[in-house]
């Protein structure tokens, strides 16, 4: 399995409920790592969890939570977003971290109506 | 901190040409140096990297150069074919887990 699978593919949500992006890789990579990608733009870092530990966190806001269950398992908990926040998430995996090879998922496609 | 700068924004090529795409970076640590490729509605995919110890490295038509004293880095496709068309990023890394992406050129490959 060479790939990075992320569920849901797209998601509608309003600005009071709560959602959770998943992403699941088995490639053993030991680091994950989600992004946001608006419209026209180059995908931009939010987290990167290293050996299941929350290494970077690129001052993003509380509304999203990030959470590694294990070593093949990323979740993003989504509350009270705001428009603004629609964006496609791309999650990421690399076998050797420090940025090396990145395997990106196909995103999630989320609206924030 | 590290920053990229990918020029141009956009390039048009007549299909069987060459394109070439260039990027700068500051951090003068930066070791590691991916190229991306984005189809429209896609997800990013790495087409090749080099890392600083390479001055240039090739796969079939695509092939990346690097001048370290410059600060900066080529993607170089050649025999430009209909699908090479998508949005190429380039990015630099110094090796902490985090990458920095160039704003991205949009390449057209004219029939």
């Known amino acids: 399995d060479t790939e990075v699978t992320q569920t849901p593919k797209h998601l509608v949500m309003g600005m009071t409920n709560k959602k959770s992006l998943k992403c699941e890789q088995h490639m053993g990579h030991r680091a994950m790592y989600w992004y946001k990608q608006k419209a026209k733009k180059p995908p931009e870092l939010m987290f990167v969890y290293s050996y299941e530990k929350l290494s970077i966190n690129e001052s993003v806001p509380s509304r999203f939570s990030p959470e590694c269950p294990n070593s093949s398992l990323l979740n993003l908990h989504l509350h009270a977003l705001q428009p603004e926040d629609s964006a496609l998430y791309l999650c990421?995996?690399?076998?050797?971290?420090?940025?090396?090879?990145?395997?990106f998922g196909s995103g999630t496609r989320l609206t924030v109506v | 901190g590290e920053n990229v700068e990918q020029h141009p924004s956009t390039l048009s090529v007549q299909e069987g040409d060459s394109a070439v795409i260039k990027c700068t970076y500051s951090?003068?640590?930066?070791?590691?140096f991916p190229w991306y490729k984005q189809e429209l509605g896609k997800r990013p995919q790495l087409i090749i990297d080099i890392r600083s110890n390479v001055g240039e490295k090739k796969d079939q038509r695509i092939a990346v150069t690097l001048n370290k004293t410059a600060k900066h880095f080529s993607l170089h496709i050649t025999e430009t074919q209909p699908e090479d068309s998508a949005v190429y990023f380039c990015?630099?890394?110094?090796?902490?887990?985090?990458?920095?992406f160039g704003k991205g050129t949009r390449l057209h490959i004219l029939p």
């Open positions: 990421a995996s690399s076998q050797e971290g420090r940025g090396y090879g990145y395997t």
């Open positions: 951090d003068s640590a930066s070791n590691y």
């Open positions: 990015a630099a890394s110094i090796g902490n887990d985090k990458i920095i």
